[in-house]
């Protein structure tokens, strides 16, 4: 009875850390640029008690015994990168990438870089009437050189499929502002979530290694192009995450009732013993 409430008990932590994953997928359905999360699970401990040498039959297909396993756990929460569905909205300011990387923001108080795949930028007005490209949360977006991208005033911003930007003014000509940082992700596992649809390389030993990126010019390295005047919609299925709420639910009224049976079996074993 004991390893049956052992079992119990840790297949409903494991199962709530799933209900929680998928509830947080789906509050994020309609985030530009999220990335859903894929949980994996493994054995606490599994054992095996070896049967009897005279019970073992014939074309016996399975050794004799039986599996002992003591619950499961979260092992792994992998980050699918995979591509989100376009939204269309031809505001000048939003961006999206086709491919496989990020955009670099400016890093935060401790040095350590941050970057984002959501691409619903604004301009912040600055001094003297320049206007600076931001996220909603006034993170400045950087170009290939490290430098916030700033726009003379008065002129519309245009950006191609390479992150070159222009700036177009009332007449017409164009004036080229800087050319966005397009960060190729080597590792996407070691980026870490940091609140509003924002990533930093994980740390490794105390430190945060730079290999897990790579700076790209997509100028001189295509490894994906910008998009202006679109979203990168969440990557996330709502019908498939529903149907996988409906699962983790009922396995969690299992693993509930497994609970219930066993506290009621003890109560019965310690009133027979009183």
């Known amino acids: 009875m004991r390893l049956a409430m052992i079992h119990a008990v840790t297949g409903l932590h494991s199962i709530q850390s799933k209900i929680d994953q998928l509830a947080d997928q789906m509050a994020n359905v309609d985030t530009v640029g999220y990335k859903r999360k894929d949980p994996s699970f493994s054995d606490v401990l599994n054992s095996r008690l070896h049967g009897l040498q ?64 959501g691409g619903s930028f604004q301009l912040a007005p600055l001094e003297g009437g320049m206007r600076r490209l931001v996220t909603s949360e006034g993170l400045p977006l950087l170009d290939v050189n490290g430098n916030p991208i700033d726009l003379p005033e008065n ?12 700036a177009r003014g009332e007449d017409g000509a164009e004036v080229f502002v800087a050319t966005l940082r397009y960060v190729h992700v080597l590792n996407p596992q070691q980026l870490e979530r940091v ?21 790209t010019d997509l100028n001189d390295n295509p490894f994906g192009e910008i998009r202006q005047g679109a979203l990168e919609m969440a990557n996330v299925d709502l019908g498939w995450t529903m149907s996988e709420l409906m699962t983790a639910l009922r396995s969690y009224q299992l693993n509930a009732r497994a609970l219930d049976s066993v506290d009621a079996m003890s109560g019965i074993v310690n009133n027979i013993r009183s």
């Not at 002129?155 to 222009?166: F, I, K, L």
């Not at 924002?198 to 430190?207: D, L, P, T």
Request: no cysteine; hydrophobic share 35%; aromatic share 6%.
């Open 54 to 117: 005279a019970v073992q039959f014939p074309g016996r297909e399975t050794p004799p015994g039986m599996s002992l396993g003591h619950g499961a756990h979260l092992v792994n929460n992998q980050t699918v990168w995979t591509q989100g569905s376009v939204k269309q909205t031809d505001v000048p300011t939003d961006l999206m990438i086709a491919g496989g990387g990020v955009f670099e923001l400016a890093a935060d108080d401790t040095g350590a870089r941050r970057f984002t795949r």
């Open 155 to 166: 002129t519309e911003m245009r950006v191609d499929e390479e992150g070159n930007v222009y």
């Open 195 to 215: 609140g509003a649809n924002v990533y930093r390389i994980a740390e490794v030993g105390g430190e945060r290694p730079d290999d897990v990126v790579l700076n």
